[in-house]
C-alpha cells in the first residue's frame, strides 16, 4: 500500500486528489495539512511514503516545508503547480531544487478532455515517486569542488565543442547542478529532459535564471552557439540535421516525447560524434542507451551517472550494460571531467 500525505491548503484541490487516488486499491491518502508546518508535523508522525506538496500554502510554503522534511525526514515529494507558464512554476522548480523529485500541473476542469490524462499521470507518477529512496538535504549544503580527472587519450583527440544531455525522473535537479558546476566554455549544449507535459518552457528559464548558460527552448532552425544550451520542447524531438535543430512530431520512442535515444542518434548520423561529449543522467527505463552506443561507437565520449546518485538508476544502467559508456561517474564529479574535455574559452 502506498501512504500518502496531501498538503494543499485548498479544500477543493484536496477533495479532487482523494478521488483520484481512491480510484487505485494500492493507494491510501493517509492524512491532510492545509499548511507548511502541518506538513511538517504530518511528516514527523505518519510518515508517508509520498507527500504531494502544493507550493503556495499559508504559516509556511510549500519550499520552506520541503526545507525542512528534507532536512529532518527526508520523503519523496511531488510538487503541484497551479501553472505551468514559466513565471508560476518557478517555485515548483525551487522546491526541486530543495529536494522534491518530480512536478506536475494541478489536476483542474474536472469533467474536461484535459483531466482525464492529467489523473492517470498522476496516479503513474506516485507509483514511480513513492519507490524512490530519497536523503538528506541539509540545510546549509556545501558545493562540492569540482576535480579535474585523468582522460583517456581516445577522448583528447578533438576538443569537444558539444555537450549532449539525457535526463528523466530525478534529472531537473541533477541537470541544474551540472550546469551550475561546468564553467562557461566555448561549447554548445542540448538537453532531452522527461518532463510533465507543460513544464519545459518553465525548466529552460529556470536553468537560464540560476546558471552561467543561456538556456531556451529550442526551436526550428536554430544552429549550435558557444555558450547556449537548447532544451526540447514538450512533445516534440529534438534533433540536429546537418548541423541545423529539426523538430519533429514523429511517434514517441521507448515511450517518449521527446527521446533522448532522438536526439543522440540524431547526432551520430550528422556527424557530430568525434566533437560531443554526452551525458546520461537519472531516469526509469532504456531511453538514452541506444542512442549513447551509436555516439560511443562514432567517436564521442560518453558518460553515465552512477547508481548512488541517481533517484532512478534506469537509463545509465542500461547504457552500462550494452557498454555504451566510456566512464561511469558520480554527478558531482563530471563537471570537473567536462570542463577538461570541452573546448575552453578563448
Known amino acids: 500500500m ?17 478521488d483520484i487516488i481512491s480510484r487505485d486499491p494500492d493507494m491510501q491518502v493517509v492524512g ?42 527526508p520523503t519523496p515529494i511531488l510538487v503541484l503547480s497551479a501553472s505551468v507558464d514559466p513565471l508560476g512554476s518557478r517555485n515548483a522548480f525551487q522546491a526541486i531544487r530543495l529536494g522534491a523529485l518530480d512536478v506536475l500541473e494541478k489536476p483542474k476542469g474536472l469533467g474536461t478532455d484535459a483531466f482525464e490524462p492529467l489523473a492517470r499521470t498522476l496516479l503513474e507518477r506516485i507509483r514511480v515517486l513513492s519507490r524512490i529512496r530519497v536523503v538528506h538535504h541539509y540545510r546549509r549544503p556545501t558545493r562540492p569542488t569540482p576535480t579535474p580527472r585523468d582522460i583517456p587519450s581516445t577522448s583528447t583527440a578533438t576538443a569537444r565543442t ?16 551540472l ?6 566554455r566555448n561549447a554548445s549544449i542540448l538537453i532531452v529532459q522527461h518532463i510533465a507535459a507543460g513544464f519545459a518552457e518553465g525548466f529552460a528559464t529556470w536553468l537560464d535564471q540560476d546558471t552561467a548558460w543561456k538556456v531556451r527552448i529550442a526551436a526550428p532552425g536554430d544552429r549550435l552557439k558557444p555558450g547556449v544550451a537548447l532544451v526540447a520542447p514538450c512533445h516534440q524531438h529534438l534533433t540536429l540535421q546537418q548541423g541545423v535543430v529539426v523538430l519533429t512530431d514523429t511517434p514517441p520512442v521507448n515511450g517518449c516525447r521527446p527521446a533522448v535515444d532522438e536526439l543522440f542518434s540524431s547526432l551520430a548520423k550528422d556527424g557530430h560524434a568525434p566533437n560531443t561529449a554526452a551525458v546520461l543522467l537519472t531516469g526509469m527505463g532504456s531511453d538514452g542507451a541506444a542512442g549513447l552506443g551509436e555516439l560511443k561507437a562514432a567517436g564521442a565520449y ?31 564529479e563530471m563537471p570537473g571531467l567536462l570542463a577538461e574535455i570541452l573546448a575552453p574559452k578563448s
Open 302 to 332: 560518453c558518460l553515465a551517472q552512477d547508481e548512488l546518485g541517481c533517484a532512478i538508476f534506469g537509463m545509465p544502467r542500461v547504457a552500462i550494460e550494452r557498454n555504451a559508456v566510456d566512464m561511469v561517474l558520480p554527478l558531482t
Open 179 to 184: 550546469l551550475n558546476q561546468l564553467p562557461l
Open 162 to 177: 558539444l555537450l549532449a544531455i539525457g535526463a528523466s525522473t530525478g534529472g531537473p535537479k541533477a541537470v541544474m547542478q
Open 2 to 18: 502506498i501512504r500518502i500525505l496531501i498538503a494543499d491548503d485548498s479544500l477543493l484541490t484536496r477533495t479532487v486528489l482523494r
Open 32 to 73: 491532510e495539512a492545509t499548511d507548511g508546518r502541518q506538513a511538517i508535523e504530518a511528516t514527523r508522525t505518519l510518515r508517508p511514503d509520498l507527500i504531494i506538496m502544493d507550493v503556495m500554502m499559508p504559516v509556511l510554503d510549500g519550499l520552506e516545508a520541503t526545507t525542512e522534511i528534507m532536512a529532518e525526514t
